[in-house]
């Protein structure tokens, strides 16, 4: 299976602020993506992170406030900009490995608080 | 527009008894379905999948039962014990498209 990390694994922020997510996987992914989990709620999908372009956004979700690279097959960063408490969640990013596709794997998450 | 649905927020069983969780989905373009099992404070961890094109998978005390006709799957686990105490996800998604839509999830407790 994949390995994949996630740091910070938690954050408190101020209103207004932004927080950079990063998750690196160790072994190369077709695929990645980044999903939320609001308080009490199932995971929602964000985004699709492409490698070396634009990320592909859900309904919903727009690139100003949750920008996100990935600069190779293996490391990939979403951003949560101008936060306000509503961001309040856990955010995970997963990934699917070339050497088998029908199954995707998920990193420990990043639990945001923001006050 | 919740496509897929865990009617059942959770479920208690006693330890070595049949746990029975239920999934419902509502795109019939859906061919490949997944069960994840979350602990707090970590990611879901992959359980296992079934294809559109069987109705069964087993793997050691978890089975999968898919109803197409119903859109309705199961998971069944064989004999409970302590440790699958946990969020249950059902998952789908459709060909190519390897984006999962959840449903909200049953926590299961494993009553010793």
């Known amino acids: 299976s994949a390995v994949i990390s996630q740091k910070p694994s938690r954050d408190i922020c101020q209103r207004g602020t932004s927080l950079t997510i990063q998750c690196q996987v160790d072994s190369q992914v077709t695929m990645m993506f980044w999903y939320r989990q609001q308080p009490g709620q199932s995971l929602t999908l964000i985004a699709t992170?492409?490698?070396?372009?634009?990320?592909?956004?859900e309904s919903g979700f727009v690139i100003d406030k949750f920008p996100i690279s990935r600069p190779n097959l293996t490391f990939s960063t979403l951003t949560v900009s101008n936060m306000s408490p509503e961001d309040s969640s856990i955010y995970l990013c997963?990934?699917?490995?070339?050497?088998?596709?029908?199954?995707?794997?998920f990193g420990p998450g990043t639990r945001l608080t923001v006050l | 527009d919740q496509q897929v649905k865990q009617n059942s927020p959770s479920l208690s069983v006693q330890e070595g008894r049949i746990s029975i969780l239920n999934c419902d989905y509502t795109n019939s373009m859906f061919d490949y379905f997944l069960w994840y099992k979350k602990y707090p404070a970590e990611g879901p961890t992959f359980l296992i999948s079934?294809?559109?094109?069987?109705d069964k998978n087993e793997d050691g005390r978890f089975t999968v039962f898919l109803n197409k006709s119903a859109k309705h799957l199961s998971l069944h686990i064989v004999p409970s014990q302590p440790g699958d105490s946990a969020v249950y996800f059902c998952?789908?998604?459709?060909?190519?498209?390897?984006?999962?839509?959840f449903g909200a999830g049953t926590t299961v407790t494993v009553r010793a």
């Open positions: 997963s990934g699917i490995p070339g050497f088998k596709t029908d199954t995707q794997y």
């Open positions: 992170a492409n490698q070396g372009s634009e990320a592909t956004y």
């Open positions: 998952a789908a998604r459709w060909g190519n498209d390897y984006k999962l839509s």
């Open positions: 079934i294809s559109s094109i069987k």
